[in-house]
């Protein structure tokens, strides 16, 4: 079994964004439907939320221990 970490800004505001995740996970199961495929949001969210507050990733060492704790999973 194959993990793959779809990392990027699924739950934003931004419709396409959570577009591009699903459209690539589906690519990706049709390929092998033995990955094991996790999505990682780059902002933390962890469900879609109304005015939500987009991550200012000017701030090097927040995007860096997010992406830590991402690849933990």
């Not at 793959?4 to 419709?15: D, R, V, W």
């Not at 699903?22 to 495929?37: A, C, P």
Request: net charge negative; charged share 30%; hydrophobic share 35%.
């Amino acid at each position: 079994m194959i993990k793959i970490a779809l990392c990027g800004e699924y739950f934003s505001s931004n419709f396409g964004d959570g577009i591009i995740v699903d459209s690539t996970k589906y690519i990706l199961e049709q390929v092998d439907e033995s990955f094991q495929i996790e999505i990682l949001d780059f902002s933390t969210r962890s469900d879609f939320v109304d005015n939500q507050k987009n991550i200012d990733y000017k701030d090097s060492e927040t995007y860096r221990k997010i992406i830590k704790a991402a690849l933990k999973v």
